[in-house]
């Protein structure tokens, strides 16, 4: 199968869902074969460069949704930092350190539902000031409609980020105060206006591997430019805190899934990254990554650029679209 599927993916063929079904099932030594196949068909589609992210968590905590895995929802007692929407000087500081480090997308992100009107304004202005120091700017700023995404792209926005966070399905058990069609309907309304999308999913919060299949196949209807792989971080205080850490090879495992089903796609290895794959990190590219997001997170640590920036050295990759 890994053969067969590689030669279809490398052929230009979409891969059916008993494609990647079989895919999901592969286990034991045969994983590194899929790893190495799925190697190959990132260095055919995405070349040797990886795209870099890097975000600034903007409004911290307060949030009125539910969602189970989030230290920010109103059903976490996580112990969080809570504040208001930074200041501009502090999102443009921390732009300009990423760039220093060779960052090229900037993410300016809040808690809660959705920004607010006057929220909004004030990061229309930080959006543009990222994107004069030389920045694509990025925003996670929940669920916006059309004419407000309008603004941002209108004041320098070049890509939304949405995350579907698991298949259709699942939602239900991890999020009550919106549904799965809100979501859709804000990247829809975000592709609508010529935004570039970024949405993905969060994976150890108990979904089954055919939840991770559907959440691919809708990605691939959806179109997404960048497709973001967090892996659960079990922040205590949070309704999974006791969720057992996925092996670090299922998480390459999805990874290699990912670049098998969106060959053409930015994968993007992202929130747990350090915490879930430890010393396996450093296959990531092997495994079909081409993207990644550098420094911190939201609430938990990540990795620090310099560390990145050795791992994208050794393995004789460029930063910069592919």
Same mark, same amino acid.
């Given at each position: 199968m890994i053969v067969g599927g590689s030669e279809k993916v490398l052929a230009g063929q979409v891969l059916s869902v008993n494609d990647l079904s079989q895919i999901a099932s592969i286990e034991g030594a045969d994983l590194f074969h899929l790893f190495t196949a799925a190697g190959k068909i990132r260095e055919r589609y995405r070349g040797k460069r990886v795209d870099l992210c890097s975000i600034i968590n903007a409004k911290s905590g307060a949030c009125s949704e539910d969602c189970s895995y989030c230290a920010q929802s109103s059903k976490? /007692? #996580?112990d969080i930092s809570v504040y208001p929407l930074v200041n501009e000087s502090a999102v443009l500081e921390k732009a300009e350190e990423a760039k220093d480090a060779g960052v090229r997308r900037f993410c300016i992100v809040t808690s809660g539902r959705k920004a607010g009107k006057g929220e909004l304004r004030e990061i229309a202005s930080m959006i543009g000031k990222v994107r004069r120091i030389g920045l694509l700017p990025c925003a996670t700023l929940g669920l916006l409609e059309k004419d407000e995404l309008a603004m941002l792209r209108d004041s320098g926005l070049e890509r939304y980020h949405h995350n579907l966070e698991t298949s259709e399905r699942f939602f239900p058990e991890i999020c009550s105060t919106h549904t799965y069609a809100d979501k859709i309907r804000t990247i829809e309304a975000a592709k609508s206006i010529g935004l570039s999308l970024c949405s993905g999913g969060l994976f150890g919060i108990g979904e089954s591997w055919q939840d991770r299949i559907e959440? #691919?196949? #809708?990605?691939?209807t959806l179109d997404v430019d960048s497709v973001p792989i967090n892996f659960l971080i079990a922040v205590k205080g949070t309704i999974m805190e006791d969720n057992a850490p996925l092996h670090p090879f299922d998480a390459l495992k999805i990874i290699s899934l990912y670049r098998f089903a969106l060959p053409e796609k930015e994968i993007r290895v992202c929130g747990g990254r350090r915490q879930t794959l430890g010393e396996f990190n450093s296959m990531v590219f092997m495994a079909g990554a081409d993207s990644l997001l550098t420094g911190?997170?939201? +609430? +938990? +640590? @990540? +990795?620090?650029?310099?560390?990145?920036?050795?791992?994208? @050295?050794?393995? @004789?990759? /460029?930063? @910069?679209?592919g």
């Open positions: 976490s /007692k #996580a959440m #691919a196949q #809708a990605l691939r911190n997170y939201l +609430t +938990t +640590t @990540g +990795t620090p650029y310099d560390d990145d920036l050795r791992l994208i @050295g050794h393995y @004789g990759l /460029k930063i @910069g679209r």
